[in-house]
């Protein structure tokens, strides 16, 4: 395999065909001009062919000279491009953050946070990639995004990722207050295999933990409803088709106003605990430290639990 062109060499040979002379060349390049007709001597026996012809004190180019200027211009203007993009990279408010988020990050949290990092990172280039929690680990993997605001992963994938923990929240019954449960205060155990429950899409880490914990509690899930999105889930809850398994703080406004009454799984907490992932051993940008802070604070806003408080 041929070593790959010396960027100097390639210089040398550009300036000497835009200016036609050794002489004028070596003084663009602040080269001596037995430096110039080294390194073209070095990169026509590189190539095995000559590039330019000597005619007394002018230099022309050969058919072969031609052809290769046309390359030698694009890679030095690449060059010139990588090295103008890592500079604008060391630059305040530039770069790029490539976030993947689960839909109810993106509906709930990520408005915030992305119009605060606005502020400070004006000409940052933002991407975000929706998706559940087994999309977020492949885009990880595969290097289609930087960081992923989801829930904390399985032991598998803790060996792979590094996780910034955000906050914990509670799964709970969601219900219209005309519901009995609501009457009740709680939702009795031996009532809920017969409710109709409408949980969050079957292949999401959510509705896992879910089915987990009522298997834990050995109470079969013989009556559900499967839904891809919170919003409707809640739709649902509100006329009285069932009870939804949510966390309070994505039903915040329907708490509130009394359009639905939150109750606990049982006697045991299903906790969630969310947070940034990314690969394990990156160091972390300015620009996404600075996202995971602005996630923390927007978090400690919606009233949600950090772990770091707990402990």
């Not at 073209?40 to 022309?60: F, I, P, Q, S, Y």
Request: charged letters at 25%; glycine letters at 8%.
């Amino acid at each position: 395999m041929k070593p790959t062109l010396d960027s100097r060499q390639l210089h040398a040979f550009s300036a000497l065909a835009r200016r036609g002379s050794f002489t004028l060349a070596a003084k663009d390049l602040f080269l001596t001009q037995s430096a110039v007709s080294h390194a073209m001597k070095a990169l026509e026996d590189d190539l095995g062919t000559r590039l330019v012809d000597r005619v007394g004190r002018r230099v022309l180019l050969t058919q072969a000279g031609e052809q290769f200027l046309r390359h030698t211009e694009k890679i030095l203007r690449e060059m010139e491009a990588a090295r103008a993009g890592l500079d604008n990279l060391s630059k305040w408010g530039h770069g790029r953050l490539r976030v993947g988020a689960s839909t109810t990050a993106c509906q709930h949290i990520l408005p915030t946070v992305l119009r605060e990092f606005r502020q400070s990172y004006p000409k940052c280039v933002i991407r975000i990639e929706p998706g559940d929690h087994g999309a977020q680990v492949e885009l990880l993997r595969g290097g289609h995004v930087d960081l992923a605001f989801a829930l904390e992963s399985s032991t598998q994938a803790q060996q792979e990722f590094s996780f910034v923990s955000l906050f914990h929240d509670e799964l709970r019954f969601l219900v219209s207050p005309l519901h009995p449960w609501a009457k009740l205060g709680c939702a009795p155990r031996e009532a809920i295999e017969a409710e109709t429950l409408i949980l969050y899409n079957k292949s999401s880490q959510t509705f896992r933990m879910v089915n987990d914990y009522f298997r834990e509690e050995k109470i079969p899930l013989s009556n559900v409803i499967e839904l891809g999105s919170m919003e409707a889930i809640k739709e649902l809850v509100k006329i009285g088709l069932g009870a939804g398994v949510l966390a309070p703080w994505i039903a915040r406004e329907e708490l509130e106003s009394g359009a639905l009454v939150s109750l606990p799984l049982g006697p045991r907490k299903l906790k969630r605990h969310w947070g940034i992932a990314h690969l394990k051993g990156r160091r972390l940008a300015l620009a996404e430290e600075t996202f995971v802070g602005l996630c923390e604070s927007v978090a400690e806003t919606l009233g949600l639990t950090s772990p770091r408080a707990v402990a």
